[in-house]
């Protein structure tokens, strides 16, 4: 029902979330574009088997936008780092119907000839301390990621660390089955992934 779609490193600028993705997996990033709606902006990078990776921040130069940002952006702080994993359905309202409370409803969004719709809660703050995956939906023929410069770098593992990891394995297992994806408990909640790039194993 949910397949793995891209993953986003957040930053309190851009500059500092696209430096820290180049610098870690020693590629560059693409020019992405601004989000209106939450009023952010973002760069690119194409992995390979049909991923994607994202920096990401509130747009400065923006207005303030009528609702909280998404991924938590409003409270974000600190370090460049990698703060959300985004899974694409091609039934959104299904999905809706088996996520936990909160994990909000879908906002229909573009950017230039995208189109999409993802599942934002209304505190921008996902489940399970932000760390449950967005849900996305793609109206578009073309996946972004298909548009996007070859970097050779691949997504190897993808590791959740959660307090209640037994609680959110539970709830994930209806809807996603990636064997990159490991689920461990621990008491700081934390993102981590490992990548096989040109320059061997890095990790965000």
Known sequence: MLTFDHIAVSGQTLAEATTYVAERLGVGLQVGGEHAVFHTHNTLLGLE???YAEAIAINPKAPKPDRPRWFDLDRFSGPARLTNWICRTDDIDAVVARMPDGAGKPVALQRGALKWRMVVPDDGILPFDNFWPAVIQWDVDLHPAQSLEPSG????SFK???P???ALSAALAP???DDRIEIVEGDAPSLSAA???PGGIRSL
């Open 175 to 177: 809807l996603i089955a």
């Open 153 to 156: 770098v691949r997504m190897q």
């Open 160 to 162: 959740i660390t959660h």
């Open 164 to 166: 209640d990891a037994g």
């Open 49 to 51: 088997d049909g991923l």
């Open 195 to 197: 990548f096989e790039t």
